[in-house]
Every structure is written in C-alpha cells, then in structure tokens.
C-alpha cells in the first residue's frame, strides 16, 4: 500500500491547518471584540495638521505653523511594551519634536517620551534635547547637548513650557496615544486576516 502515507501525510497537513485557521478566526474575533482604543470618543492633535501616517507604516507625523513663522514638526511612534504596566495602553510613545524659526537652518530637536497620566489624560518627558546647526550635515560626533536629566530642574521645565507654548500639550499627546494603538491594533488584524487567507487558500 504504497499510497497510504502520502495520504496520511496530506491528511494530517489538512488537519494542522485547519486548526491554525481556527486558531487565526479565535483571535481576530478576540482583537474585534477587544477594542480598548477603539472608544467614541475623538482625539483631536490641537493646532496640528496630520501630514504622514501610511496604513502600512507604524509613525505619524504631524506638523504647525506658528503665528510667528515658527515651524514645528512632530513625529511619533509605539515604544517597546511595557510588561506589567496598569492603564489602557500598554505602551509609551516616542515623540520627536523639531522646531525651526524663520530664516534659521538651525533647529532645536527634542525627544520625548509620551505616557498616560490620571484621569484618562496623558503627559510627556523631555529625554534629550538638542541644538542642530543644519539638519542636513549632522555628523554623529558633533556635540548636540548635555544629558537632559543633567540640567537645572528649573531649565528643565522651562523647556517643558516651551514646548507646550507652541502646542505641544495634552491635546497632541492624548491624540497620539489613542491614534498610533488604534492604528496598530488595525495593522494587528490586517495581518491575521492576511495569515488567515493564505493559510486556508492552502488546505
């Protein structure tokens, strides 16, 4: 019976597909019906425009033209996941924020780290902050700054100020949480589905 294997084989394959495709059904099913981010509510990012946010990338990138000329550019992305964290999110934020005044090459780039706060608010850290004499001649071994936590608690928040002055507040930051974990739990089941299709094309 030289065929029974290869039948055996091909049924045995069928099997373990069809569990991996119910497996795939189970969690898209869970993720639908799991949808913490996906509240009524609308997170406007303030005095922000959204200028880039692919459905295939994972940033965002926002934009605002101050009053004075002052250009300010912010992009955004997930960090790592926290393990253990409490609150709705399970991750912080990323925000990069670079601010160039009229008629200057020179811009002052800040690196922030954007969490949630209480009453289902958000707030955000300034990790590093940066002097850049011209954004395109950036050598790695030019000296952009001291340690941010290394400054004078005072400079430090008046920096913080700073930032919130051109609108850099809690407006954006709630915005951006909302938004880069919606965005990543519909990136999330895009991709089951995907996986889902091809696995039972396959059977």
């Known amino acids: 019976m030289p065929r029974v294997t290869p039948i055996l084989r091909k049924a045995r394959k069928a099997l373990q ?3 991996l495709v119910k497996a795939l ?3 898209i099913t869970h993720e639908l019906s799991s949808t913490p981010f996906q509240d009524d509510q609308s997170h406007s990012p303030g005095d922000f425009v959204v200028e880039w946010d692919s459905p295939q990338s994972q940033d965002v990138v926002l934009r605002r033209n101050c009053e004075s000329g002052e250009e300010v550019a912010v992009s955004a992305v997930l960090g790592p996941v926290t393990y253990g964290k409490e609150g709705v999110f399970p991750r912080d934020v990323l925000m990069k924020v670079c601010l160039k005044k009229p008629g200057l090459s020179s811009m002052l780039q800040f690196d922030c780290g954007v969490f949630e706060g209480g009453n ?3 707030q955000f850290d300034i990790h590093n902050a940066y002097y850049i004499q011209s954004p ?3 050598s790695p071994s030019d000296y952009r700054g001291p340690l941010f936590s290394s400054l004078d608690p005072q400079l430090q928040d ?3 100020e700073y930032l919130d002055a051109r609108g ?3 407006s954006l ?3 951006l949480l909302h938004h880069l974990h919606k965005k990543e739990q519909g990136q ?3 991709w089951l589905k995907k996986l889902e299709s091809s696995v039972a094309k396959s059977e």
């Open 158 to 160: 008046a920096l913080k």
């Open 188 to 190: 999330y089941v895009n």
């Open 173 to 175: 930051t709630n915005f």
């Open 17 to 19: 597909d069809s569990d």
């Open 25 to 27: 059904q189970s969690e």
């Open 120 to 122: 289902e608010g958000s």
């Open 136 to 138: 395109t001649c950036v």
């Open 168 to 170: 850099v507040g809690e």
